[in-house]
């Protein structure tokens, strides 16, 4: 089964300065990655992903995020965070052939990012 | 465009009481639809899926229920609640070719 592990549970940054969520997942094979945000009691709203083709991934509210295979990583990355930034960050993993249809995400534990003004 | 519809946003239950929460997509048909908790420090666990009307599958054994009567509505039940049942729960559909996952607003629920 996939696993993906979000290696910081907090991470606290000040505002205007560069911060890096890092997500490691399990497979071997060829995968889907994604990145998702939600704000306080809140759905979950895509951020990015990666599904082939280039490795770095450019997505929304001036974040990115690059693959790396041989690391089995796929890091969160933004040069400049804003208070609205704050948020619960996860990554999350799809197996593209995956059986039975069920073509489910596999989730990190979540990353809590915090901008101090 | 396609959306999707979760509700109560909050609800507050009495040990023992049952459940129903209900998911409605809008602007897609034959949806793969996902039930998700969400506990503090532990992420998101899938609890249900379902690929198909009156298909479920379900990932972690529990006192809950799913239950898909038509296409585009998914329903999470239970007939009695324990205060472990506390969460943030999620519904989630899948896109066409299943390269995203779109999520409700979420359900914020307390056993008391």
């Known amino acids: 089964a996939q696993s993906v592990t979000q290696l910081d549970s907090q991470v606290p940054v000040f505002e205007e300065a560069p911060v890096e969520l890092r997500c490691n997942y399990s497979?071997?094979?060829?995968?889907?990655l994604f990145w998702y945000v939600q704000y306080p009691n809140q759905g979950l709203q895509l951020l990015l992903k990666?599904?082939?083709?280039?490795?770095l991934v450019k997505g929304i509210n001036g974040f990115e995020a690059e693959f790396n295979k041989s690391q089995t990583s796929f890091h969160l990355r933004k040069p400049s965070v804003h208070i609205s930034d704050t948020a619960e960050y996860f990554c999350?993993?799809?197996?593209?052939?995956?059986?039975?249809?069920?073509?489910?995400?596999?989730f990190g534990k979540g990353t809590k990012l915090s901008v101090i003004p | 465009s396609q959306t999707i519809h979760q509700w109560p946003a909050t609800l507050v239950q009495p040990v023992g009481s049952p459940l129903s929460l209900e998911c409605t997509v809008e602007?897609?048909?034959?949806?793969?639809l996902y039930w998700y908790r969400q506990a503090a420090g532990r992420g998101l666990q899938l609890l249900f899926y379902?690929?198909?009307?009156?298909?479920i599958s379900s990932e972690v054994p529990q006192n809950l229920s799913a239950s898909r009567p038509q296409d585009r509505q998914f329903i999470l039940s239970s007939k009695k609640l324990l205060l472990s049942d506390s969460g943030f729960y999620l519904c989630?559909?899948?896109?066409?070719?299943?390269?995203?996952?779109?999520f409700g607003q979420g359900t914020r629920l307390t056993v008391v």
């Open positions: 989630a559909w899948m896109a066409t070719g299943f390269t995203e996952a779109f």
């Open positions: 379902s690929v198909g009307i009156g298909q």
């Open positions: 990666y599904l082939s083709g280039s490795t």
């Open positions: 602007g897609t048909s034959n949806p793969n």
């Open positions: 999350a993993v799809r197996d593209p052939y995956s059986g039975a249809g069920s073509y489910q995400l596999t």
């Open positions: 497979s071997s094979v060829s995968v889907y």
